[in-house]
């Protein structure tokens, strides 16, 4: 139980594209999902919080408009980096906390290798 | 604010013996959440061990058992008869009771456990 998929698992774009990563919680419902990135030999770095049907809280120094976070269900939350540039290149981590059970632990995805050349 | 301090950035160990890594925290809260998670070198996330800190046992899950201590504001984790498979990155998480709150992580210590 409480597996969390993402879409892709790598992609290479070009500068200046958009990209669009998927986080999908498999078998439970998700009050929150949250939006890491992490650079090699880093800790995960949180971007932002999504709740369903509202708008992401972004964390300090992230640009709200540069990543564009949508929860449009509970299982569900997706992160389009707009007009990428070489320096968005990182790993993005999902993970979901649970509407009902253990609501106080995240599960988290496999992660998304992002490339922008 | 709350921090997450790892004071280890690397640590080894052979197969079979145990291996305990640290980690402390700050915070004025005093209903919260601690986690160990590993990160092997697929990079996925995988929830090792979880602690409230309003029970006063320590958490323990086989080979993995932690040792918290509330008024030092230290909770560090035990891996008995290390594997192999063990090797990777630990993260120590800290989280506010509420439920749905952020994790704050610690910088991480990379753990490898030699043949």
């Known amino acids: 139980g409480a597996v969390v998929s993402q879409h892709p698992s790598w992609v290479i774009c070009k500068s200046g594209t958009s990209v669009k990563i998927e986080c999908r919680s498999l078998d439970f419902q998700a009050t929150t999902m949250f939006w890491y990135r992490q650079f090699p030999k880093q800790s995960l770095m949180l971007m932002a919080t999504s709740n369903e049907g509202s708008k992401a809280t972004y964390e300090q120094g992230v640009e709200k408009d540069k990543f564009l976070i949508n929860h449009a269900s509970l299982t569900l939350s997706t992160l389009t980096v707009t007009s990428a540039h070489p320096e968005d290149s990182s790993f993005y981590i999902c993970?979901?906390?649970?509407?009902?059970?253990?609501?106080?632990?995240?599960?988290f995805g496999p992660g998304t290798r992002l490339t922008v050349l | 604010a709350q921090t997450v301090t790892q004071s280890q950035p690397e640590m080894s160990v052979q197969e079979a013996e145990t291996v305990t890594l640290s980690c402390t925290y700050d915070?004025?809260?005093?209903?919260?959440?601690l986690f160990w998670y590993k990160q092997p070198p697929s990079r996925q996330m995988i929830l090792v061990i979880r602690q409230e800190a309003y029970k006063q046992q320590n958490a323990t899950e086989n080979r993995f058992s932690v040792n918290f201590q509330k008024a030092a504001k230290s909770f560090s984790l035990k891996i008995s008869d290390s594997q192999l498979g063990d090797t990777a990155m630990y993260f120590c998480?800290?989280?506010?009771?509420?439920?749905?709150?952020?994790?704050?992580f610690g910088k991480g210590t990379k753990l490898t456990v030699n043949p």
């Open positions: 998480a800290f989280m506010r009771e509420g439920g749905s709150e952020k994790l704050v």
């Open positions: 915070t004025s809260e005093n209903n919260y959440y």
């Open positions: 993970s979901a906390a649970p509407l009902a059970g253990v609501r106080d632990t995240q599960y």
